[in-house]
């Protein structure tokens, strides 16, 4: 059952993304991370947001039509779980898709599943 939630964790994230609120509402607030574009490890929901607003002056075109995790692979171990998919960035115009590798470790607390790492990697 709890790879069934860890799973169903990831899905609702991206289906909440756009609305930041949300979004971050799936993460807890001292989760690090690892991403392609970022120049190390970064810690805590205010690093993320100033990724988030790196990213929005450097983006080029327009922004994905759908972001959809695929090939989930859950574990948990009690209150500890990890995740493991790809996630796929499509676009309205000729640009192919971007894919990324994804292994997310999450917690549970009070009975919800908050991720705790990220980390993504683009492929090429």
């Not at 609702?12 to 756009?18: C, E, K, Q």
């Not at 690892?34 to 490890?41: H, P």
Request: net charge negative; glycine share 6%; with cysteine.
């Amino acid at each position: 059952m709890s790879a069934d939630q860890l799973t169903t964790t990831i899905t609702d994230l991206y289906r909440s993304l756009g609305d930041r609120q949300a979004f971050d509402a799936h993460l807890h607030p001292d989760l690090t991370f690892w991403e392609s574009d970022a120049d190390g490890l970064l810690s805590g929901l205010g690093a993320l947001d100033d990724l988030r607003d790196r990213r929005a002056t450097r983006t080029a075109g327009s922004p994905p039509i759908a972001v959809v995790p695929e090939h989930l692979h859950a574990d948990a171990w009690g209150d500890i779980g990890l995740v493991r998919y790809v996630l796929r960035a499509r676009f309205a115009d000729a640009r192919p898709d971007e894919c990324f590798r994804v292994t997310d470790v999450l917690r549970r607390e009070a009975g919800t599943w908050r991720i705790v790492h990220h980390h993504a990697e683009a492929v090429r």
